[in-house]
């Protein structure tokens, strides 16, 4: 029997150690952790669409340089941080200097604040269910620490701009922990982009705690380039009462990757998820959303719809787990998904398990075609035929798109999907 493939110990030797020592203990425990890691596999159940895609070559165990790198000049409607790969550049960003609203980069971290944050990275996620998180840990070399003191309100969203520089292979793994106080406030956009062609791998963790009555809006734009295998994970921790909106908005390429899991652990705390993706050429994405019902008088709502042409393939496995003590919990769980092709792929596993008996709780997912009835209808009113099709499959996704809450973002998701369209409709 072939041995089942590990993860090469060339991931093992990071190179940065401008770290505080708490975190440089904390990096070199978890990775001892990883020798002789099984990759996942086919056999692996949640990474069974998707393991073929991951190609994790020595190459890529190099960190990708930081020298000589200036940062991103994108201008955004409110504060920025740039990385670039995987490493904080203070010149290029611009944040709020508020003594409510702490922004620090782990490196600038005393001994006792990074023992605090030590003991806290990897508290909100199943490290058994998101297996590449735990590279993460291993290999950070920088990071971001986001503290709003109780009633704290950001005026501004928070961008934070990830660039990978793909001019050499290797790899990136920025970390970004948010601790969101009570009754505080704050929106934050996450934009993945690229630069250069070689082969290269970017494996993120963000990580919120929400306290009593926090309420946190988290956009996620994931636009790197073909050459960038993506694997990222977000955790999720919520108290009383408190609100954790996502909108994550990907588009395809030889491995895209997000693991979203957000656990209800104070009453009447509230999530709002919605996701759309969109695939073509050979690319691949794939969603896996869980969310925990730990309290009881919590609700979820969560909508994904994906978008699939050529011979691209798509994922969504969503999962809701309603613990005994989570009695008046109120779930719903929604996935629609679109081929545009014969040749396109979409899997969809929606999953419910339920130990309370007093919720409400629902679940649903379809997969179709573009109507030709409606094709019809539009293109013998005069309207022609490519056209009804990106009139169609905009209405598709519009529902969600028009929700995110920033106006810049919306427009960029927008001009992206328009380039799509042009693609995927350009020989109708």
């Known amino acids: 029997m072939k041995p089942a493939p590990t993860l090469s110990t060339a991931f093992l030797h990071p190179a940065g150690q401008a770290l505080p020592e708490p975190l440089l203990a904390l990096r070199k425990q978890r990775g001892a952790a990883l020798v002789d890691m099984p990759l996942p596999t086919r056999k692996t159940e949640n990474w069974k669409y998707s393991s073929k895609y991951l190609k994790l070559t020595d190459e890529m165990a190099t960190s990708l340089p930081t020298a000589g790198k200036t940062g991103s000049a994108l201008a955004v409607p409110g504060y920025k941080v740039v990385f670039i790969n995987g490493v904080m550049m203070p010149e290029a960003s611009e944040y709020p200097d508020l003594d409510d609203i702490l922004i620090q980069r782990f490196g600038d971290?005393?001994?006792?604040?990074?023992?605090?944050?030590?003991?806290?990275?990897?508290?909100?996620?199943?490290?058994?269910?998101?297996?590449?998180?735990?590279?993460?840990?291993?290999?950070?070399?920088?990071g971001l620490v986001i503290r709003l003191k109780p009633g704290a309100v950001l005026d501004q969203p928070l961008f934070i701009i990830h660039e990978v520089?793909?001019?050499?292979?290797?790899?990136?793994?920025?970390?970004?922990?948010?601790?969101?106080?009570?009754?505080?406030?704050?929106?934050?956009?996450?934009?993945?982009?690229?630069?250069?062609?070689?082969?290269?791998?970017?494996?993120?963790?963000?990580?919120?705690?929400?306290?009593?009555?926090?309420?946190?809006?988290?956009?996620r734009l994931s636009m790197g380039g073909e050459n960038v295998q993506h694997v990222g994970a977000t955790g999720v921790v919520q108290q009383r009462s408190s609100r954790f909106e996502s909108h994550c908005v990907g588009f395809g390429g030889p491995l895209r990757r997000h693991d979203l899991q957000v656990r209800l652990e104070g009453e009447g705390a509230e999530c709002k998820l919605n996701g759309v993706v969109v695939t073509q050429g050979k690319q691949h994405y794939d969603n896996h959303t869980t969310i925990e019902h730990i309290a009881a008088h919590c609700d979820s709502e969560e909508t994904y719809r994906n978008i699939a042409a050529d011979?691209?393939?798509?994922?969504?496995?969503?999962?809701?787990?309603?613990?005994?003590?989570?009695?008046?919990?109120?779930?719903?769980?929604?996935?629609?998904?679109?081929?545009?092709?014969?040749?396109?792929?979409?899997?969809?596993?929606?999953?419910?398990?339920?130990?309370?008996?007093d919720v409400k709780c629902a679940h649903g997912a379809?997969?179709?075609?573009?109507?030709?009835?409606?094709?019809?209808?539009?293109?013998?009113?005069?309207?022609?035929?490519?056209?009804?099709?990106?009139l169609l499959t905009m209405a598709f996704i519009n529902e969600l798109v028009v929700q995110i809450p920033v106006e810049a973002v919306r427009e960029t998701v927008q001009a992206r999907l328009s380039q799509f369209f042009e693609q995927a409709f350009q020989e109708v």
Not at 119 to 140: G, H, I, M, W, Y
Not at 326 to 355: R, V
């Open 311 to 357: 011979k691209s393939h798509a994922v969504f496995n969503g999962r809701i787990h309603i613990h005994q003590d989570a009695q008046k919990s109120n779930a719903n769980m929604n996935n629609k998904n679109l081929l545009l092709s014969t040749g396109a792929e979409i899997d969809t596993k929606p999953e419910l398990e339920i130990y309370a008996d």
């Open 165 to 219: 520089t793909a001019d050499a292979s290797g790899s990136a793994f920025p970390r970004i922990f948010v601790d969101a106080g009570r009754n505080s406030q704050i929106t934050l956009v996450e934009e993945y982009i690229s630069s250069g062609q070689e082969p290269v791998m970017v494996n993120t963790v963000t990580e919120f705690t929400l306290a009593e009555g926090a309420n946190v809006t988290n956009i």
């Open 366 to 390: 379809t997969i179709g075609q573009l109507d030709e009835e409606s094709i019809f209808y539009l293109v013998s009113r005069g309207i022609g035929r490519r056209e009804a099709n990106v």
């Open 109 to 142: 971290l005393s001994n006792a604040e990074a023992g605090d944050l030590a003991e806290r990275l990897d508290s909100t996620l199943d490290s058994k269910a998101v297996q590449l998180a735990r590279l993460n840990s291993a290999r950070f070399e920088d």
